[in-house]
């Protein structure tokens, strides 16, 4: 058996040390694994290949970038192995536009991703030469103008006239990418239905009953095509899980039928809405698809933060995380919105320096070590009780999760945000192992039964 612990923070980065075997200790956290997986194959973690992003990439040098891509794409470095493309422009993007923006062409006789061409195409093609099986999925920010109120791509509502016509523009998007050679596994019907952004950047609203009705036709589309793509609804904030995605798949004819999955952010609500729409309609996955660091807000330090969050969607049984623009540059550019995002690494516009997240740092702890056979267990935590009585004034409770894969390798995912160090043991085919948890840190520590 071989037991190794990898760290960040407390002065240390991804530090490496050994874990040996231990006497059980009574006031340690003791890590105990249900029983059965909360969820198996996961599809990875990943973060957002935005417009924006493929542009910072282009103005690097071709042997730079190569070198930066397999540090992010191969098992190497972080061994990301999810990606989501924008159908069209987002708020993270240096131009605006559609794929048709001539009003009324409800024909598509105008469509066009030429605009995608000159360096989002390029850029997505270098990362999938890196790691050839990422599995990509792709969200739109708004659909072409004059098939919204408002005539704007920023802000409005959909219009339900034009959704067969929209349909029809999804496919023609999926079918262009594939003769680039980009394949798109899933997709979601819109970013964030519910927000106009109050005009300031790519979003349209989506009335429930409108999405329901889209995908129902996307669906028929997609057969009609032979495209195996997933569908995944909703891709917006935990708080909607109930009063509109439950909703939507209690009361929407053939729905639950035509939609494969289910997308939330975290920017409002807690992972922990979702926990009963995931009971009521287990089959249908759970996949988180959107958080951003942010320049302003300890960027390069939060590693506990994300991995919190991280933990807790494994735990709730979700098939993917993925994080927002992969790489910005040092004031969050370009950006075609109001918010000030950071990219998961940031690239000095004057000097080329790279710079990285604290999400960054959080990824490298998980991604490099699961694979699309790993399963995941939620694990009943003993806290010491002393320590528990002072919560939540004083002590910030450990999160965990275990991982397996199918070579039986264990992974434990440890985060303390408390100002303490923590005790922790577990215990592996009747032997216990004890690990030391500084304050505000993270860990990885990799159990190989045949090491």
Request: glycine content about 8%; some cysteine; aromatic content about 14%.
């Amino acid at each position: 058996m071989k037991v190794t612990q990898y760290t960040t923070g407390f002065g240390l980065t991804f530090q490496e040390c050994p874990v040996f075997p231990a006497a059980y200790v009574p006031a340690a956290s003791t890590l105990t694994p249900g029983a059965t997986p909360v969820s198996e194959d996961l599809l990875g973690i990943g973060v957002a290949i935005t417009g924006s992003s493929c542009y910072t990439l282009s103005l690097m040098k071709p042997d730079e970038r190569r070198t930066f891509l397999e540090s992010i794409y191969t098992k190497k470095g972080l061994g990301l192995s999810i990606g989501r493309l924008s159908v069209g422009s987002s708020d993270y993007s240096a131009e605006l536009y559609s794929y048709d923006d001539v009003a009324g062409d409800v024909e598509l006789k105008h469509f066009s991703i030429d605009r995608d061409r000159a360096y989002i195409i390029p850029m997505i093609k270098e990362i999938l030469a890196v790691n050839p099986d990422l599995y990509l999925y792709a969200s739109p920010w708004s659909p072409p103008a004059w098939m919204k109120t408002g005539n704007s791509l920023c802000g409005g509502f959909m219009l339900e006239e034009f959704i067969d016509c929209y349909a029809d523009y999804y496919i023609r998007f999926l079918q262009e990418y594939e003769k680039c050679g980009i394949h798109i596994s899933a997709l979601t019907p819109q970013n964030e239905c519910e927000t106009h952004q109050k005009g300031r950047m790519p979003a349209c609203m989506w009335h429930p009953v409108t999405e329901a009705k889209f995908i129902k036709v996307l669906r028929r589309k997609l057969r009609e095509n032979g495209m195996d793509v997933k569908i995944w609804m909703c891709d917006h904030n935990f708080n909607v899980a109930d009063y509109r995605v439950r909703w939507q798949l209690d009361h929407c004819e053939g729905l639950k039928d035509d939609c494969d999955g289910i997308a939330f952010h975290y920017y409002e609500g807690a992972v922990e809405d979702t926990a009963a729409l995931h009971r009521a309609y287990p089959a249908h996955r759970m996949h988180f698809t959107e958080c951003s660091p942010f320049l302003i807000d300890h960027y390069d330090s939060d590693w506990c933060r994300w991995e919190l969050l991280l933990s807790k969607v494994l735990n709730h049984g979700y098939g993917s995380f993925t994080g927002w623009n992969l790489m910005l540059n040092e004031t969050g550019s370009p950006n075609y919105g109001y918010f000030f995002s950071g990219g998961l690494v940031t690239r000095n516009s004057q000097t080329g320096e790279l710079s990285y997240s604290g999400q960054y740092h959080a990824f490298r702890h998980i991604a490099k070590f699961i694979n699309r056979d790993s399963k995941v267990y939620a694990l009943d935590i003993s806290h010491n009780a002393a320590d528990l009585a002072t919560y939540p004034t004083t002590f910030l409770p450990l999160q965990a999760t275990m991982i397996e894969n199918s070579d039986g390798t264990r992974i434990y995912l440890l985060v303390n945000p408390d100002k303490k160090k923590k005790q922790v043991q577990f215990e592996v085919d009747g032997t216990y192992y004890y690990v030391e948890m500084f304050p505000d840190t993270v860990s990885t520590v990799v159990v190989e039964r045949n090491g």
